[in-house]
């Protein structure tokens, strides 16, 4: 483990002069906001992330927003899609508002922050029942804003894995979809973005087959978890999770990250120097979660999942099986992924060129069926090329 170094006086004063001129912007973004709300009344919605946890304990986030409808289809324009994304980028928080959330036999009181956020990491006095399903349900319940009395409920979903062989948690952007993260001045990561939406993204060959196979396990019980952390922002939650259904891979919950002018609260204060930044630190916190349970970290050459799961690999040694890095071909950072590899002394990390290599890699280990990889590819898992609502009722079981 890393021994945090005390940060210099200068650099503590430059961030906290950082910090006060954030929070004033964050502050009059807000008041201007609701000055203009005076004008219209906006219906409300709860967007509750999927969470996860143990039958003691469990983490759950969301968001209060003034609700923007957005409906998307294959035959959206460039200027639809544009629109929505502005929609999703130019979201309303509702500041102040008073929620309660039950799981179970718990009930918790919270209080969203300036960007409308709640978040609830907490142990249950009253542990779950044990349960077949590792789907858990948890009721929202929104009572008040800060301008008036409301009474609006939502139903989240929080991961509990059962009899699980291991977790998988993966990389979203240019590891499952084709972002062009890595183009110049990342202009097609941009296009992208704003032009597209889920119905017309791509995913890389064959990558639904490797995740469906590792979520069944070698002995096809349909039970490993799984977890994206991305740096994408929030507000792209609901197009992601769209992706993720209209591809067919497995549910899980998505991790991703505020961009407001000043985040809600620096990332993961309790964790140690080494664990600073979103990335890490949402897979550490994964790990620390279910310490019992082994994990299969996948990642791309294109920006630092390498260099991120190398570290999280030196500091929970027997919790990771396998680190798989997609390699998306480009010379410079393949040779760096490459380097950092060798460097590193560590065995059970493959750079790999396709999803059938890490696949075959994968059932040498005893992670996977290569038989169950074929059927979900070929389409036969499904009766066919098609998506299915069987295939969904398996993925969300």
């Known amino acids: 483990m890393f021994t945090p170094k005390k940060m210099p006086l200068l650099k503590r004063l430059f961030l906290g002069i950082l910090r006060a001129v954030l929070l004033f912007f964050a502050y009059l973004k807000y008041y201007l906001k609701l000055f203009l709300s005076w004008f219209g009344k906006s219906p409300i919605t709860i967007l509750a992330y999927r969470g996860y946890g143990r039958r003691d304990h469990i983490l759950l986030q969301g968001r209060v927003l003034k609700n923007k409808v957005i409906t998307t289809s294959p035959a959206d324009s460039l200027w639809r899609n544009f629109v929505n994304n502005y929609k999703r980028f130019g979201s309303a928080e509702i500041r102040g508002a008073q929620l309660s959330i039950s799981i179970g036999e718990n009930k918790f009181d919270l209080i969203t922050d300036r960007e409308g956020y709640f978040f609830l990491d ?24 800060r301008r008036r009395e409301i009474d609006l409920n939502e139903t989240a979903k929080i991961l509990v894995p059962g009899n699980a062989e291991f977790g998988v948690i993966s990389d979203i952007d240019d590891t499952i979809l084709i972002t062009e993260v890595t183009s110049l001045l990342k202009l097609k990561m941009l296009y992208l973005t704003f032009l597209k939406n889920a119905n017309n993204r791509e995913t890389f060959h064959e990558v639904e087959a490797f995740f469906r196979a590792l ?42 990250r505020d961009i407001g002018l000043l985040p809600r609260r620096f990332p993961f204060e309790s964790l140690g120097k080494q664990y600073r930044g979103h990335k890490i630190s949402s897979v550490a916190r994964i790990l620390r979660m279910y310490p019992d349970l082994p994990f299969i970290l996948v990642g791309d050459s294109g920006e630092k999942d390498a260099e991120i799961y190398l570290t ?4 929970f040694p027997g919790q990771v099986k396998a680190i798989y890095i997609h390699d ?57 090329s098609g998506k299915s609502e069987g295939g969904r009722q398996e993925a969300e079981a």
């Not at 907490?122 to 804003?145: C, F, G, Q, V, Y």
């Not at 999280?312 to 500091?315: G, H, L, T, V, Y």
């Open 122 to 145: 907490a142990p249950l006095e009253n542990p779950l029942a044990p349960d077949e399903k590792k789907w858990r349900k948890a009721s929202i319940r929104l009572m008040r804003t």
């Open 215 to 256: 979520q069944r396990g070698k002995n096809d019980q349909n039970r490993n978890p799984v977890f994206y952390v991305s740096k994408s922002p929030w507000n792209l939650y609901d197009f992601l999770e769209d992706f993720i259904e209209l591809n067919e891979l497995p549910r899980g919950p998505l991790l991703l």
């Open 312 to 315: 999280i690999a030196k500091s």
């Open 328 to 384: 998306l071909k480009e010379p410079r950072r393949t040779q760096r992924t490459l380097k950092l590899i060798q460097e590193s002394g560590i065995e059970n990390i493959k750079l790999v060129n396709s999803y059938r290599e890490a696949a075959e890699d994968a059932e040498r280990r005893g992670f996977l069926n290569m038989n169950i990889f074929e059927e979900v590819g070929s389409g036969k898992a499904e009766g066919g």
